[in-house]
């Protein structure tokens, strides 16, 4: 039977690629059709089958403030009729490829597909699912980032200071030398052992949501006043809907506050987490050869071999 090739990994580039045959596709795609209980977290699996414009659709919804979730979904609802059809998915399909991925009649179907509309009464997508959907994936997401700094002392859904505060900074545009000032008053915190997954979660969402956090704490600079920990926790709150607990307040304070006053200055916080990076789309940017393409391809292979690792 005719089948699909999935490259494996950087160094097995001289060994023969992994061949998805049709009776194994199928396999892969009724377990996910038949399942009782159909959940977003199945993407992230190691049989998990995800196209280009999938993966392009994912990565586009990704890292948005929860209240611009509604206004991606408007624009992808082409007829405003409060649902997303399988045509209008195909026509978006169609944006990101050259050859009749926007065809009904011409494409395979895909984990992501078979979650949206093989198990909906409708067989459309509701606001309802798209916001579980990016939900599901955003937690997904922060748990490997999270995952991925985890230290092998590290207890369970808990990183060092220091392996929180690195994932915090690759987000931002701080210089080398401010990082490394940064990550050193990390390390010598001694107060806590280490930050959980929920904290981290709470960080990100605010990091998520800092132009709201810019705007809400700017009179604070206006009137060249600092901020004080409840000034700060009340603004996360409102832009975030996050409560930031007293122990995860207590170590931003001193790894930002330059002056050791229990303050923080627009300088101290406000500026070096301002201009947040997305990460993938600042690799994209930076490196004039690479493209989309050969990135999902480098994330397929990575994914691929952690799985089988």
């Not at 991925?148 to 990183?159: E, T």
């Not at 996360?236 to 809907?241: A, D, E, L, M, P």
Request: a negative charge; glycine letters at 4%.
């Amino acid at each position: 039977s005719s089948g699909i090739n999935a490259e494996y990994g950087d160094e097995y580039y001289e060994k023969d690629k992994i061949e998805l045959y049709s009776d194994e596709y199928e396999t892969l795609i009724t377990s996910v059709k038949t399942s009782e209980n159909p959940s977003f977290n199945s993407l992230f699996t190691a049989t998990a089958l995800i196209s280009y414009p999938d993966y392009i659709f994912l990565r586009s919804i990704l890292h948005r403030p929860d209240d611009l979730s509604v206004k991606s979904f408007k624009m992808l609802d082409l007829d405003l009729n409060g649902f997303i059809s399988l045509d209008e998915y195909y026509a978006l399909c169609k944006m990101f490829t050259k050859n009749d991925e926007g065809d009904p009649k011409k494409h395979l179907k895909t984990t992501l597909r078979v979650l949206l509309f093989d198990h909906t009464d409708t067989g459309k997508i509701t606001l309802r699912n798209f916001e579980q959907l990016l939900k599901d994936v955003q937690q997904n997401c922060l748990k490997a980032e999270f995952n991925k700094f985890r230290q092998r002392g590290n207890a369970k859904d808990m990183i060092s200071v220091s392996g929180f505060l690195r994932a915090v900074l690759r987000r931002t545009k701080a210089s080398a030398f401010k990082k490394a000032k940064l990550l050193h008053k990390a390390e010598v915190y001694t107060d806590i052992d280490a930050i959980s997954f929920e904290q981290f979660k709470s960080m990100i969402t605010l990091m998520n949501n800092f132009s709201d956090f810019e705007v809400a704490v700017r009179m604070y600079q206006i009137a060249k006043k600092p901020l004080a920990k409840l000034d700060f926790k009340r603004a996360v709150y409102i832009c975030s809907g996050e409560m930031f607990d007293d122990t995860l307040l207590d170590m931003i304070f001193y790894v930002f506050d330059e002056v050791g006053d229990g303050y923080l200055e627009y300088t101290d916080f406000v500026q070096i987490m301002k201009f947040p990076e997305t990460g993938f789309a600042a690799k994209v940017v930076q490196d004039e050869q690479s493209t989309l393409g050969e990135y999902f391809k480098k994330c397929v292979r990575t994914e691929m071999l952690r799985s089988y690792a």
